[in-house]
C-alpha cells in the first residue's frame, strides 16, 4: 500500500478503514528516517522502541473501539526544545548534550493522551536562535527539496521531518518565524497561534514574551485537528489564556465569499523578490475568485517590527540563559582537573554555548544594563504596543491579512551563514505578528525554480478560526500543497 505523503485525516482514514496499521505507519516514517537522515538531518533523537510500542498501544486499542482521537496512532514529531519524559531534550546544544527531562511538556502529555505515536526529536538552530537550522551544535538541517540549500530555522528540522515524509505531522516554535519561514520553503503548512493559545510550560525558552507552540502538517485541516487538541488551558502555565477552545476543524471548507482580506503594503514592498511577490497576488487573484473582497491596507509600524524584535529577543534570550552556568543548569565543567575557582567553572561550562547564542547573550546583557534599560529595551517594548494597537485598529476593516512569508527563496548552504543582519532580515516579514502576538499560517502558494513559495495569512488574537476559514478555502481551489518532495530527495 502507499504510504508516502499522507496527511493526519488520510492516514486515520485508511486506519479507520483497517487497511493499514499504526505499527506499519510507524515503521514507514522510521525507515525513511533511517534512510535520509545522512543526507537531511532532520532528527537528532529517534524514538524508535518507543514508537512502535506507542503504536502497538493504538492498534490495541483500534481493535476494541476505544480510540483516543483522530490522531491516535498517526506517528509525529516534536522540536528538540519541547520536553519528553525519559527522551534526551537538547535544544540543538552542547550545553544539554546529556539533558534527560524527568517529565512531559504540557503539549507532549497531550499528544500522548490523544494517543499521538512520537517517532523522534527534531533539529533546530541551537536554542530556537536562527532562520536556518544552521546554527545547531549537531551540524545543519539541510531542505529535502534541494540539499543545496537551506531549509529554514529555527524550528527546520520539524519542517523537513514532514517534508521528507519522516513524520506525518511535527511539533515546533514560533518566536519570530520560526515555525512559518521553514513551513514556506519546504511547501508544509506552518501554524503559529496566537501567544497564549497553545502552553508553552516544559518548552526550553528562548524570549518568553514572543516563543509560542505551533504545528507542521500537510494541510490546513490537520493543523486544525491539531490545535484543537493543543489549545487546552494549562494552570501551569501563567501566560496560557483560560478561554473556551473554538471546534476549529468545523471552520474547514466554509465558504468565504463577502470575507475582507487586507493586502498589506509594507509586506509587499521592492525587499521582496519579484517571483515571490507574483506568486502572492496570484494567490490573491484566487481569493477574488472565492467572493472575498480584496482590500489594499497600510500597517506603517510593521516596518518597525524587526528593530524592536532585534531589541526585546537577545535581551529575554539574555536572561533565560542565564541559568545555564554549570552549576543550576548545563553541562558542567566541575569536573575539569584545570578548573581552580567557581569563576572558571561558569567560563569553561559557558563555552559550550554556540556563536550565536553568545551573541544573543552579549547584546541583551547590555540592552538590560544599567543606564540603557531605557534606551532600549523599555523603548522597545514601548514601539511594541504601538505595534499591536495599529494591527488592532487596522483589523477592524479586514478578517485577515495575507502577504509573503519570506522577502527571498532559501539561502545556498555554501553562502555566509554566520552574516546575523542578512540572516535577520529573512525573518522581516514574519517577526510582525510575533511582535503584535496574532496568530499567522504560512500555506503553499507557489513555486520558483522548483523551490516553494509560501503565502502568509494573519489574524487578529484568538482568530484562529478566520485564519483556517481562509487558508482551507485557498487549499482546496488550488493544487499546490499536493506536490511533495519525493523526487527531489530521492535523485
Known sequence: MELDYLTINEAAQLLNEKKVSSAELTQHCIKNIKQKNAEVNAFLTITEDKALNSAKESDERRSRGELKSNIDGIPGSLKDVICTAGVRTTAASKMLDNFIPPYDAHVTRLLKDAGAVIVGKTNLDEFAMGTTTAYSAYNMTKNPWDTSRVVGGSS?????????D???????????????????????????????????????????????????????????????ILAEPDTGDSTSYKIPVPNYVAAIGKDIKGMKIGVVKEFMGEAVDVKIREAVNAAIRQFEKLGAEIIDISVPLAEESLATYMVIVPSEVSTNLERYDGIKYGVSANEDANVDNLIEVYYKSRQKFGN???????????????GFYDQY????????????????????EVDVMVGPVSPTMPFKTNEDLNDSLKLWMADLLVVPVNVANLCGISVPCGFEQGLPIGMQIIANHFDEEKLFKVASAFEVSTEWHKINAKSKIQN
Do not use: C, H
Not at 550565536?356 to 544599567?370: P, Q, T
Not at 522597545?380 to 477592524?396: C, D, L, N, P, W
Open 156 to 164: 527546520g528540522g520539524s519542517a523537513a521531518s514532514v517534508a521528507a
Open 166 to 228: 519522516q513524520s506525518i505531522f511535527s511539533l515546533g516554535t514560533d518566536t519570530g518565524g520560526s515555525i512559518r519561514l521553514p513551513a514556506s520553503w519546504t511547501n508544509t503548512v506552518g501554524l503559529r497561534p496566537t501567544y497564549g493559545r497553545v502552553s508553552r510550560n516544559g518548552v526550553i525558552a528562548m524570549a518568553s514574551s514572543l516563543d509560542q507552540v505551533g504545528t507542521f502538517t500537510r494541510s490546513v485541516a490537520d493543523a486544525a485537528e491539531l490545535l484543537r
Open 356 to 370: 550565536e547564542a553568545k551573541r544573543r547573550i552579549m547584546l541583551g546583557s547590555f540592552a538590560l544594563s544599567a
Open 377 to 396: 529595551y523599555n523603548r522597545a517594548r514601548k514601539v511594541q504596543r504601538m505595534i499591536k494597537a495599529q494591527f488592532s485598529e487596522k483589523f477592524k
